[in-house]
């Protein structure tokens, strides 16, 4: 069954997540409340607070669902890889670079607003996101070992390749001169020229 | 002169100027009120606007301050780095992340509430940057040109590598096992890396 389609409660429950990330997209965490989310909503206040405790609760919600939806994207890219850790690395970072292209507003949203979170809130997004890493630096590492990449301090190299592809919403524009899925295909090569790949 | 040591009046702007930085760091833009800038700076809020028309006002200065002194900083680093586009690519990325990572508050706050000006405030921030990315566009078109670099779109390859520095104070921390110095050199090489550099 599909969430938004489901029973009225989900409906109403999604469109106060989305109304909330485009006001914390538009006005900043602090910016934000529960007022002007319901607002957003076209619902009341009180709504809102029978569906999320506070505004951290909404933020927390957005965020770990955007970590996790994009951690599934990267592992869908994964399983059709194959084994070669250079084509493995490369199809992780397209994949997880088009989700950014694809939903800037969570995206500018995680980078920006999740230091305003407490520190219980931000560890229950930053578990999601922390997942995401180290899968990545387990394949750098493995092209480590066998020779095609070579920089020093590998997980420190895939740290910046990820805040590069968080910093797609800063300047992408759907309608720029490339399309999301040809910029994703550009940062695949930058990632893999980063760790100084050369074919075994 | 110092600025910092000069007129009463200096060192009360110079004042309001850092404690603005840190209330934007800490509370956004939109949580930032003159008033709780004017608590920080330990003055009265009518003394704020006597030196700044609002908060935007601070914003675009301090935003504008930082930019120019890490386009300075970038220039000095390539007028001792000779005539080499490999070495001056290098250098200015190297400078630039060194920056970044000693600047934390400033470079986070451009990053995550620029957005938040108004269009012709955002413009006068904007324009100081454009100049600095300039530079690195014109190094790395250089480098293409004789054949040092190989990457489709240049721009495009320029900018992840400036979005990656501005990523740093993401995560970077003073205390961390790596210094400031050693992860801008790491970044140089990256930088180099994504470039596709072979030597001549």
Chains 1, 2 share one sequence.
């Not at 800063?170 to 309608?175: G, M, N, S, Y």
Request: some cysteine; overall charge neutral.
């Amino acid at each position: 069954m599909n969430t938004r389609s489901g029973t009225t409660l989900m409906g109403v429950r999604d469109r106060i997540l989305d109304a909330a990330l485009d006001e914390f997209f538009a006005a900043g965490f602090h910016g934000a409340t529960m007022r002007t989310i319901a607002n957003r909503a076209g619902c009341s206040a009180a709504n809102v607070y029978n569906h999320f405790e506070n505004k951290s609760e909404l933020l927390v919600e957005i965020l770990r669902a955007a970590s996790d939806e994009q951690f599934t994207a990267t592992r869908n890219a994964l399983r059709k890889a194959g084994t070669d850790p250079a084509e493995r690395w490369r199809a992780a970072v397209v994949a997880h670079a088009l989700f950014t292209a694809r939903n800037p507003r969570e995206c500018l949203v995680a980078n920006t607003e999740l230091r305003y979170l407490g520190e219980v809130d931000r560890k229950r997004v930053v578990g999601s996101r922390d997942a995401q890493e180290q899968l990545f630096v387990e394949i750098a590492e493995q092209g480590s070992r066998i020779g095609i990449f070579d920089v020093p301090h590998v997980h420190q190299a895939v740290t910046a390749v990820l805040t590069m592809c968080a910093g797609i919403p800063l300047w992408f524009r759907p309608d720029g001169p490339l399309g999301a899925a040809e910029v994703a295909d550009d940062y695949g090569r930058y990632a893999l020229n980063l760790l100084g790949y050369r074919p075994a």
